[in-house]
């Protein structure tokens, strides 16, 4: 993976900061209540869908989702069980699209093991995220009906940035403000609604809880443009899924979008050419064309930003563990490998 110069390095409170791992000490006990609710809530399908349900396992990896909505809430005030209903449907529905995305971009590995889709085939994958998509609104009718409207308009959101990105597709002129519309939808409307629901069900007053969405989409921007450099740049074999599928799928990034604009014309429409081909090191000779136009130190820079305005966002919340543990979220989202 292309190696950040020393002064692209993200710091935290003005110290270079590495992460490597995420840890939500405060919240353990509080995530795992949360699985609990998820793991009841599809109880009644363990035995006839046995397997499926057992391979779920697999696409519940960080529980970054449910972790803010919880950090959130404590940071803001105090943690109800009605945070843990959330925080599992929050859960269901990353997981459904987890689902659904491996169908569209024919991937065949997700975590270090085999995806639903190559291991059942579309049609069941398709069924699946969609059963999830069905349950966390019927866990979420538990709650209360605000709850149903804020979690079905980020769904809302999530699946038009999604059906934005498929009809993109092969749109090598795709530009810059597009590309963020597209991301703003399919990744940063879940993290948004996660820092809402936190805030608001803490008790906190709505000022807090517009910050804590500000929090969350900016977190999700950042998330999303640094996914997108690791499809490009990063080690199949830490990253532990199938990368390059942006590639192969004519799906534009911020990377190749930067290049683009970058590159004279005749040169411009060269790496387009490169883009359509079906050529075995198109991923090389991207990556080539991408060091040449600082296109990764420019998409490194730009998830730095939107880290940084997640950041400041925070600065409503009293000093407190969990708000250090958002602060430190907001860095590992641009510096994992996986």
């Known amino acids: 993976m292309t190696a950040l110069p020393p002064a692209l390095e993200p710091t935290l409170n003005g110290i270079a900061y590495r992460p490597a791992s995420l ?4 919240v353990v006990a509080d995530i795992e209540l949360a699985e609990r609710v998820f793991t009841t809530a599809l109880a009644p399908y363990r035995t006839p869908l046995a397997p499926l349900m057992q391979h ?16 959130t809430a404590k940071a803001a005030g105090s943690i109800t069980s009605a945070h843990h209903t959330l ?9 459904a699209t987890l689902v659904h995305d491996d169908v569209l971009d024919e991937a065949e590995t997700r975590r270090h093991v085999r995806t639903v889709n190559a291991e059942w085939g579309n049609k069941i994958s398709i069924l699946l995220g969609d059963m999830l998509f069905s349950q966390a609104f019927t866990i979420t009718s ?22 934005r990105q498929v009809c993109e597709r092969g749109n090598l002129h795709l530009s810059e403000a597009d590309y963020f519309a597209i991301i703003d939808g399919k ?7 996660c820092g809402r629901l936190g805030a608001l069900y803490s008790g906190a007053p709505e000022s807090v809880a517009e910050q804590m969405a500000t929090f969350g989409r900016n977190l999700g921007l950042a998330f999303q443009v640094a996914d997108d450099l690791l499809d ?20 534009m990034t911020l990377p190749l979008i930067h290049a683009l604009n970058k590159l004279p ?14 050529d075995a090191d198109k991923r090389s000779n991207v990556a080539a064309v991408l060091a040449e136009t600082g296109s990764v130190i420019y998409a490194r820079r730009r998830a730095e930003e939107f880290a940084r305005v997640a950041r400041t966002a925070l600065e409503c919340l009293p000093r407190s ?5 958002l602060e430190h979220v907001t860095e590992w989202s641009i510096r994992r490998e996986k």
Do not use: W
């Open 321 to 325: 563990e969990c708000r250090t543990i």
């Open 23 to 26: 840890s939500f000490g405060p």
């Open 232 to 251: 490009l740049t990063g080690d199949e074999t830490k990253a532990g899924k199938t990368l390059g599928t942006d590639l192969e799928q004519q799906k």
């Open 187 to 193: 990744t940063a409307a879940l993290t948004e609604v």
């Open 142 to 163: 538990a709650v209360d009906v605000r709850a149903c409207k804020f979690i079905g308009e980020a769904t809302n959101r999530v699946c038009a940035g999604e059906l």
């Open 56 to 71: 779920l396992r697999h696409y519940r990896g960080k529980r970054l989702r449910p972790a803010l909505v919880l950090l």
């Open 265 to 278: 014309e005749r040169d411009a429409e060269e790496l387009r050419d490169v883009l359509r081909s079906t």
């Open 87 to 95: 925080a599992a449907a929050v859960e269901m529905i990353h997981t």
